[in-house]
Each structure stands twice: as structure tokens, then as C-alpha cells.
């Protein structure tokens, strides 16, 4: 079992791209979830999918931030016209039936905006 | 809602001694909470939970962390710090209506040799 599975662990964008951060959650699981990292600060919750559902998308930004889970396929975390302020580690997780038991993450995306 | 307050946002300790690492919560409910942590520049690997069965829950590594109801307390401890335990760590609590976890702070653990 390869585990929660990110990529590209490093990306670099100047400002005005896209950012596409793809995840790929263990196997068997249906849940996945979405939380960015600031530099020193703790995570915060972003979205939260099940396949082909948005479930709760209450912490992702109203604007250029995007989500999907499709059926087949990894999650991805779509981020249009990046600003330096997107500039941050993104973690996916993923569980099997809702966050009480925990989840499992994967190591990250890094995100640069320069 | 759920919430997790870590008490330390620094923590140093020399290698061999005991570490304390300090966490309170909040919930309306029985609570599910973790211990998560993080190496640099690495994801998060979880340490340990507690799910309402034994209040003294043993994890990876030689952690532990003991749930006490009266404190509303959920504090990590280990014997003995090893060099390698010099990393981020995040206590966490599971909010059961919206399925997300809710992170605390983060405490960072230096290890002196």
C-alpha cells in the first residue's frame, strides 16, 4: 500500500499561472481532505471531498481556488492566477469513513510563487 | 465547536530526559484526538489517538499521552528524548458534525545533545 500519494512535492510558479496540485489518497479510502500550511503556523482545513462530491469547501478562498474528486483519477487542487500569498505547503489526507479515526497524509506540495 | 489549545509553542530539552509536551481541548462531546508530527520539510505522521477507549494511549516512537476528562487535557509525554524527536508536533480533535480535524498551534521540540 504506496500510502497518500502527492505530487510534484516542489512547484514553482510565477505570479499569474496556475497551480495544479494533484493527490492520489490510499487505497480504499473515499474520503480525502484538503489543508495548507503557512510558514510557522499550524494546518488549516480547506476542503473536504468524497468521489465526485464536494462535501465542505468552507475554508477554501472564495476566489481562484478550485477542488475536485473525480471518479476515476487523483483529487486535484486547482489554484488560478497565483499570488505570492498562495506560497505555502499543501497537504492532502485521506480516510476510509470520516476524519474520527484520523487520517492518513501525504508529505506535501510546496508551493513558491515568485 | 471543537478546539485544541497547545501551551507551549517552544519546548527545549536535553537528549535523555523526559518531554512534555502540553495540550487542552474543548468539546461539546466525547472527543477523538491525535497527536501528529512533523519532521522538517516532511508530512505528518500520526503518533497516536485516543477514541473514548482506554485514557492512557500508547503510540509510536515510545510516545504516550493520557486523556483526563476532569483537565480536559490531552498531554504527550515521552521518558526519554531521543535527537530524532526534534520536530513539530500537533495536537488534534476530531469535530464528529463536519468530519474535519481541527489542529492545534503546533509545539516545536528541540532535543539538546
Known amino acids: 500500500n504506496a500510502g497518500v500519494m502527492q505530487n510534484p512535492r516542489h512547484l514553482v510558479r510565477r505570479r499569474g499561472q496556475e497551480a495544479r496540485l494533484r493527490c492520489s489518497p490510499m487505497?480504499?479510502?473515499?474520503?480525502v481532505y484538503w489543508y495548507r500550511q503557512l510558514p510557522e503556523e499550524g494546518l488549516k482545513f480547506m476542503v473536504y471531498?468524497?468521489?465526485?462530491?464536494?462535501?465542505?469547501e468552507s475554508g477554501m478562498p472564495k476566489e481562484r481556488f478550485s477542488a475536485e474528486f473525480p471518479k476515476e483519477g487523483p483529487s486535484i487542487l486547482r489554484i488560478q492566477q497565483v499570488v505570492r500569498g498562495d506560497s505555502a505547503a499543501y497537504f492532502c489526507a485521506s480516510s476510509p469513513s470520516g476524519g474520527d479515526y484520523g487520517y492518513t497524509f501525504g508529505s506535501g506540495t510546496r508551493l513558491t510563487v515568485v | 465547536a471543537q478546539s485544541v489549545t497547545q501551551l507551549d509553542s517552544h519546548v527545549s530539552v536535553s537528549e535523555g530526559t523526559p518531554v512534555l509536551l502540553r495540550c487542552n481541548y474543548s468539546s461539546s462531546y466525547s472527543p477523538s484526538l491525535f497527536w501528529y508530527v512533523q519532521h522538517p520539510n516532511k508530512g505528518l505522521q500520526l503518533l497516536l489517538k485516543y477514541t473514548s477507549a482506554a485514557t492512557l494511549v500508547k503510540g509510536i516512537n515510545g510516545f504516550e499521552a493520557e486523556f483526563k476528562k476532569s483537565e480536559t487535557s490531552f498531554h504527550l509525554t515521552k521518558p526519554s528524548a531521543h535527537m530524532s524527536d526534534a520536530a513539530e508536533y500537533f495536537c488534534v480533535v476530531s469535530d464528529k458534525d463536519t468530519d474535519k480535524l481541527i489542529f492545534g498551534t503546533g509545539t516545536r521540540l528541540q532535543v539538546f545533545p
Open positions: 471531498l468524497q468521489k465526485e462530491n464536494i462535501i465542505d
Open positions: 487505497k480504499g479510502h473515499s474520503h
